[in-house]
């Protein structure tokens, strides 16, 4: 097989970040605008680059702002590079070129860089759709009545099961779409590669678009990127012991477990929930459990220790954050902790208000070795990791 007869089989990406993005307002290029602290043109390049059947990226830019977008990439794979037109539709054409001068493409994959938020799964549907078809492309229904004005003023309302919304990236077969583009009346501008596909005579496919994959276009879209930037992934952990005496209720993450030791403490010697609620309380930087919760305070005698646990979830949603997870290691010889492992989940889901595969719950031994291993006490360890400012 010659280089180019392979060349044509593959699938090809072609970014358009040539525009002046106007409309938003930034006082720079948009696409190189930061959007969760990256250049807006990396997100979309990096999916791609990632995806392992994408052959080749080329992205289009405007003159003179190679440097700019070399930065905005460093330390990715490579890519190729062509210079953009005075419109969308000449972006696209140009980069069109450079694929037909490199050999052409089987499929091209064509992507606006304003949508950084192209995920794999997008392109996986667009490329399994694209075999069989001649086009695809992704979409979305519109929720909103749907409303024509004229002249300032609401008139009929339109079938809004009739209007879809249309995304990129659009998929066409390279050689139909160059020949498309061709036959393209001058003078006219089309907003994306699909209508001038279809005034071609083809035919496109549609499938299901992403919400995530929304066009960033005015100032609000960057305003609420810039939000979401202000929030960092924290991780707190928590590490704590009780000793196992006789006459002692055995209760291990909100569970009363049936064991012929007990744990002893101040309050119900939940021995996981204190871990839990340190690692809580370490990841808000808000101290720890003996500060909120003093044991030479009678207040705290038999206190079931889910309150300490919903106090520091309590204390993260004060300071703005959100918990992502949490990951916990009961360390004894007995109990064994499998049985009760779902339940202490459940109930650890419950009182951080989170989904349960978010909750974990782990169990080991220490080997016969040490006060564990003795029998002669329980430890528990534990990281949270949540998202706050
Ligand atoms: N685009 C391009 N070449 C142009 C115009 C636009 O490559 N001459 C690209 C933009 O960089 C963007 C995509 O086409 O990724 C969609 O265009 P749009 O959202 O309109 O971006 P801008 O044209 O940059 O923004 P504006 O219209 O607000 O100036
Ligand atoms: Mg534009």
């Not at 358009?16 to 290029?29: F, H, N, T």
């Not at 490199?102 to 075999?131: C, M, W, Y």
């Not at 609620?277 to 003093?294: E, K, N, W």
């Not at 499998?338 to 208000?353: C, G, S, Y």
């Amino acid at each position: 097989m010659t280089d180019s007869v392979t060349r044509t089989r593959q699938n090809h990406a072609l970014i358009v970040a040539a525009g002046q993005g106007e409309r938003s307002g930034l006082g720079l290029p948009k696409q190189y605008a930061l959007v969760q602290g990256l250049p807006m043109v990396r997100h979309s390049a990096a999916s791609f680059l990632n995806h392992p059947k994408i052959a080749k990226l080329w992205i289009v830019i405007r003159e003179g702002q190679d440097e700019q977008l070399h930065n905005a990439l460093v330390g990715l794979r490579s890519y190729e590079v062509v210079i953009g037109g005075a419109t969308r539709q000449d972006s696209v054409r140009n980069g069109l070129s450079g694929i037909a001068a490199a050999g052409g493409a089987k499929n091209v994959l064509i992507h606006d860089a304003a949508r950084p938020f192209l995920s794999q799964l997008v392109i996986d549907r667009l490329l399994a759709t694209v075999e069989q078809e001649e086009a695809a492309i992704p979409v979305l229904p519109t929720i909103d009545t749907t409303i024509n004005i004229v002249d300032g003023y609401a008139a009929s309302t339109l079938d809004r099961n009739a209007l879809w919304r249309v995304q990129t990236p659009q998929t066409f077969d390279y050689d139909k779409l160059v020949y498309a583009h061709a036959i393209w009346p001058a003078g006219h501008e089309a907003t994306d590669d699909a209508q001038v596909f279809k005034a071609a005579g083809y035919q496109i496919a549609v499938v299901e678009g992403d919400e995530a994959l929304k066009k960033y276009t005015t100032a609000s879209d960057f305003a609420e990127s810039s939000e979401q930037n202000m929030k960092q992934i924290r991780t707190g952990m928590g590490f704590d012991v009780h000793q196992l005496v006789t006459g002692e209720e055995l209760w291990l993450g909100g569970l009363k477990i049936d064991h012929h030791k007990g744990l002893s403490g101040h309050s119900d010697a939940d021995v996981l929930l204190h871990a839990l609620t340190d690692a809580l309380l370490g990841a808000a930087g808000a101290g720890d459990i003996g500060d909120h919760f003093p044991p030479s305070d009678p207040k705290w005698r038999g206190a079931s220790s889910d309150k300490f646990v919903e106090f520091a979830a309590s204390v993260i949603k004060q300071k703005g954050g959100s918990i992502n997870n949490v990951d916990m290691t009961v360390i004894c010889e007995a109990p064994k902790i499998k049985p009760h492992r779902e339940a202490m989940r459940q109930n650890i889901a419950k009182m951080l208000d989170l989904s349960i595969d978010r909750v974990s719950v782990k169990a080991t031994t220490t080997e016969n070795l040490g006060f564990t291993g003795r029998g002669e006490g329980i430890a528990a360890q534990a990281v949270a990791t949540i998202s706050m400012e």
